[in-house]
């Protein structure tokens, strides 16, 4: 296998362009910097490149790629060591994440609070969740990326769910408090 | 809406996962592109699994244009901070982020250092968090997450990279699989369509009309940037650096005396890229008046 056939050239591209984000959040996720994100992305899709011809649909694209995608995430995890080959771009040394004016905190308050959330919850729940009310991916389609059964699915994303929903509840409450604050 | 789900988020915590996704997974186009160039650049070298010949040299190319990229960004970086400092005045206190630090978590920390990065403009598309849904949902934005007017003479630069997503997300809880599958990844995509070579080429001109730019506002020639600046949206306005483009304007615009138009820009600018690291340059870039 020397050429990237014609009609799979133009699958991969498809699969690219209509994936490549989703396998960069994956990565992101997993727990990689944004630098080695990149080159894991890489890797990925040659991994499905050398794959293509075993998906047989029977789980849905996303679900092939997250389950590719954790792979190569592993194994990068185990290979570690290697020296960081992308260049760092952009982040001058001295650059503090920029502080949000009043308008702003809101919003970049409320990813923190879900950042923290996420940490709080174990792996696995993490995972349901995040594929569920971040991607989007349905229970079916989830317990085939992780390879775990759909019940144990749903029961992780029923707890993290509920937890989630609380910590809504409680960010809703203060959200309203700082209002009338600043009403008056 | 399967039982077995378990009840679904209500539309605030679905906000909150949608500013989240937004803050912290949005893919810049720079970076989109830098990846796509390789997948289609590896593509092009015909061979399914080697071929690294030809990669390491497109490599070598855009290591090189990634040097352009961080020199433009220390020329952006230094001249708003010179400017910052001759303009901190009582303000200046405003700007502290106490409201944004205090009451964080280690966890929370944690997770920010993991996903650091805060420089690379994560926020190419802001998928979900356009104020009106992000306001429908729950979340408070604020006053000035308003549509900022549009410029004058210089055609606005960060529109085109935070494409408001449109009445359709509001309606949140038809968001979640549709707009999250489809990703924060497509839109540039048509204009990230060239690969390899003539993406880096573009690169090189890019970068060397916006050093033009950061040049002439050195010098005190504000409007000859100006016009710089609007020449670099048009020509690239899905460009791999639209984000230091529009700082330079705001810096540009307060230098030529048109502070309303900046401050415009520059609020336009904050709520495009909350976390970039110029984000404190560009507030400072232009006198205050009274804040709210």
Known sequence: ?184 | MTPDEGPRLDAHARGMLDAFVAERYTLAPKVEQRMKARWASHLDDGSAVGGHGATARRRGAWIAAGILVAAALVAVWTWPRQRAFEDVDADSGHMAPSSRVEGKEPAEVAVRAASADAGSGRSKVRPQTDPASAEASGVVVGPSAQPAPTLGATPSTTETRSPRTGPQRRTAPARSSAAARRGPGTSSEAAAGEAGEPAVASMRAELELLSRAQSALRSGRANEALKLVAEHARRFPHGAVSQERAALEVAALCEAGRTEQGRAVAAKFARAYPRSPLGARVREACPKDGGP
């Open chain 1, 1 to 184: 296998m020397n050429r990237v056939h014609r009609a799979d050239r133009r699958v991969l591209e498809e699969i690219y362009r209509d994936h490549a984000a989703f396998v960069w959040r994956a990565v992101l996720r997993l727990g990689v910097d944004e630098a080695t994100a990149e080159d894991l992305v890489h890797e990925v899709f040659l991994v499905v490149q050398r794959r293509l011809a075993d998906y047989d649909g029977r789980a849905s694209m996303t679900s092939w790629l997250y389950g590719i995608a954790r792979g190569v995430t592993a194994n990068h995890r185990r290979g570690r060591g290697r020296a960081a080959r992308r260049l760092q771009l952009v982040v001058p040394p001295d650059a503090e994440p920029a502080p949000g004016p009043d308008q702003h905190v809101a919003v970049g308050e409320a990813a923190d609070m879900v950042a923290g959330f996420l940490e709080s919850l174990d792996p696995g729940k993490r995972e349901v969740f995040e594929l569920a009310e971040l991607e989007g991916m349905r229970g079916p389609e989830i317990a085939a990326a992780l390879g775990v059964k759909v019940d144990t699915v749903y029961s992780r994303l029923r707890e993290a769910r509920l937890r989630f929903q609380r910590l809504a509840d409680r960010h809703r409450r203060a959200e309203a408090r700082r209002m009338q604050r600043r009403a008056r």
